[in-house]
C-alpha cells in the first residue's frame, strides 16, 4: 500500500481532498502491473483556500465516501480533511491485509459506527500489530493537520517482512493455474510486459 499512499499525498499536496479511499479505487496499471493508481476523483473538494490554510469546516454536512471506509468524522456529518483520508487508506489496508473489517458485512449505519469505535488503534490492528503505530499516528491528526507523510510511510514500511526483497513479484504476476509458485516469464496482466522478478520494481507494504 505504499504506492497508494505515495498517490494520496501527491493529491493532498496539490491541495484535493480524495474523500473516496477504497481497495477498488486503486489499481493496477494496464501497462506495467507492478504500479498501482488511484482513481476516481468524482468526490474530490479543495480543502486549502487561496492563503493555503486549511478551509473553516462546513457545518450540517450529508455523508461523503463509502460507508465500509469513510471515517467516524464522515459519520457525524462533519467537514472532512487529510486524516478522513488516511483513515480510509487505513482501513482499506486492513482489509487488503486481513481480508475484511470487522464492519465490512454491516447494511446498519449505527452498527457500522458502534463497530469502528470499538475498532481504534491496537484493537484495529490485532491481526496486524505491526500496523498500530501507523494507526496511532492517524488517530492523532485532526480537520486541521498537515500529516507527516514520510512519517507515516516508513511507519508502513515497517510493517513488511524483514526478507521480502523489491524484486519480489506480486502475487497475481505468478503463472496460473499450474504452479503458483511460478513467475510468469515476460508477461503481465492482458499479455503486458513486466511479470518476470527482475521487472518488478517495487513492492506493496502488506
Known amino acids: 500500500m505504499a504506492q497508494v499512499l505515495k498517490a494520496l499525498a501527491l493529491v493532498h499536496r496539490a491541495e484535493f481532498l480524495h474523500r473516496d479511499i477504497k481497495p477498488p479505487n486503486c489499481c493496477i496499471g494496464a501497462t506495467d502491473c507492478t504500479r498501482i493508481y488511484l482513481i476516481d ?27 465500509r471506509y469513510m471515517s467516524l468524522d464522515a459519520h457525524a456529518r462533519q467537514d472532512l480533511g487529510p486524516k ?19 464492519w465490512s458485512y454491516e447494511k446498519s449505519e449505527e452498527n457500522c459506527i458502534k463497530l469502528k469505535q470499538a475498532h481504534i488503534g491496537e484493537k484495529l490492528c490485532i491481526k496486524k500489530p505491526l500496523m498500530t503505530k501507523a494507526a496511532e499516528y492517524i488517530e492523532s491528526l485532526n480537520y486541521h493537520s498537515i500529516p507527516d507523510y514520510e512519517k507515516l510511510l516508513a511507519l508502513i514500511e515497517e510493517c513488511n517482512p524483514a526478507d521480502l526483497k523489491e524484486s519480489e513479484p506480486y502475487e497475481w504476476q505468478y503463472r496460473q493455474p499450474h504452479n503458483p509458485m511460478t513467475p ?21 507494504a502488506n
Not at 482499506?92 to 491485509?97: A, F, M, W
Not at 510468469?184 to 506493496?204: C, F, Q
Open 41 to 67: 476523483y468524482v468526490l474530490t473538494r479543495q480543502y486549502l483556500d487561496k492563503c493555503g490554510t486549511v478551509r473553516n469546516p462546513r457545518p450540517g454536512l450529508g455523508l461523503r465516501g463509502t460507508m
Open 84 to 102: 478522513n483520508d488516511l483513515v480510509s487508506f487505513l482501513y482499506t489496508t486492513i482489509e487488503c491485509g486481513d481480508g475484511c473489517l470487522p
Open 184 to 204: 510468469t516469464t515476460g508477461e503481465g496482466l492482458n499479455g503486458t510486459p513486466g511479470g518476470t522478478k527482475e521487472n518488478v520494481t517495487e513492492r506493496m
